[in-house]
């Protein structure tokens, strides 16, 4: 790890005006500073800033601090009773430890977990860019088939973001110049393209202070998981949803999926196929078909083409009591 001036803010405003990389819990930025992937001059301590609560909003929402931790979240009661689809990704992510550490507004930055990225030795147009992508044509296996272009083929890794897409999250930020930003959580990330070092709408210096929920969606909502072990590993598929049925059709969808693409994977297709249609097999093979139409694996990812299908197929089999 190289040397860095530390700082410490007592508040949103002072962090921004510290200039620097913001620091909370530090459970992905520490690693990458230890392989010298990130190699920030200046860290600017957040931990201590009055962001870690969880409010009631009039309408009916909830308003979340960045910094209230990844396990408190899980376990707020109101999590729990109006968006357990959040509540069960969050418990799905790393560890208790790192859950217990690991801040509501890092999760959404953390970075790719890609083999090639944290090889310092191979090419990777998102930690060098203009280097290449090693990943192409490499070992592939838990990467994207979704979104990819020749440059960068990584996923992103958080559940919590996953699910935070399927209720339509807003991210909240404060900027060097004292305004505030709402960002959508669909608008939040960005596509490769051949800038896939450009991860998300964030400026320098510009810091998340709150996300925000709306009301509780209707019906049932559900989020699953598949991966190689039970525990602390990324997911292969997984998918984010709430849906409500009425009169035997299904009046409302919000589908995301992790482990597919660069970023929390939504498409507006995959659940415009769903509305007004009675829950069938045939109907939600339309669906992964929607999805799928513009998947392309890359050698040993193949196989979560056929993965997703049936794990999107399972999971409106659950959401729908077809």
């Given at each position: 790890?190289?040397?860095?001036?530390?700082?410490?803010?007592?508040?949103?405003?002072?962090?921004?005006?510290?200039?620097?990389?913001?620091?909370?819990?530090?459970?992905?930025?520490?690693d990458l500073m230890k392989l010298q992937i990130e190699t920030p001059e200046k860290l600017v301590d957040i931990s201590r800033l009055d962001l870690a609560t969880i409010e009631e909003r009039g309408d009916g929402g909830l308003t979340i601090g960045a910094l209230v931790p990844n396990s408190d979240l899980a376990a707020d009661p109101r999590i729990i009773k109006g968006y357990p689809v959040l509540s069960r990704a969050l418990l799905a992510g790393a560890s208790g430890q790192l859950r217990n550490k690991a801040s509501t507004g890092g999760n959404l930055l953390q970075r790719t977990r890609c083999y090639y990225f944290y090889d310092t030795a191979m090419p990777c147009n998102k930690r060098a860019p203009g280097s290449g992508c090693a990943a192409i044509g490499g070992f592939n296996r838990i990467l994207a088939i979704l979104g990819t272009s020749e440059h960068c083929i990584a996923t992103h890794p958080s559940d919590m973001a996953v699910a935070m897409r399927a209720l339509d999250a807003v991210i909240v930020t404060l900027q060097?110049?004292?305004?505030?930003?709402?960002?959508?959580?669909?608008?939040?990330?960005?596509?490769?393209?051949?800038?896939?070092h450009i991860e998300t709408?964030?400026?320098?210096?510009?810091?998340?202070t709150h996300i925000e929920l709306p009301?509780?969606?209707?019906?049932?909502?559900?989020?699953?998981?598949?991966?190689?072990?039970?525990?602390?590993?990324?997911?292969?598929?997984?998918?984010?949803?709430?849906?409500?049925?009425?009169?035997?059709?299904?009046?409302?969808?919000?589908?995301?999926?992790?482990?597919?693409g660069p970023m929390p994977w939504r498409d507006p297709a995959v659940e415009a196929s769903l509305i007004g249609q009675a829950p069938s097999t045939a109907v939600f093979e339309a669906a992964a078909d929607a999805l799928l139409a513009d998947a392309k694996g890359y050698g040993s990812n193949d196989f979560k083409i056929p993965l997703t299908r049936r794990t999107l197929i399972a999971c409106l089999r659950d959401l729908t009591a077809e």
């Open positions: 790890m190289k040397t860095f001036e530390y700082a410490k803010a007592d508040s949103p405003e002072a962090a921004v005006a510290a200039g620097g990389r913001f620091i909370a819990g530090g459970t992905n930025l520490l060097p110049g004292g305004d505030r930003r709402r960002i959508p959580i669909g608008d939040f990330y960005c596509l490769p393209g051949d800038t896939p709408v964030i400026h320098p210096g510009e810091l998340i009301p509780p969606p209707e019906g049932t909502q559900l989020y699953r998981k598949v991966r190689d072990r039970a525990s602390y590993a990324f997911a292969l598929v997984s998918v984010a949803g709430t849906v409500s049925v009425e009169d035997g059709k299904i009046a409302s969808a919000a589908l995301a999926f992790g482990g597919l």
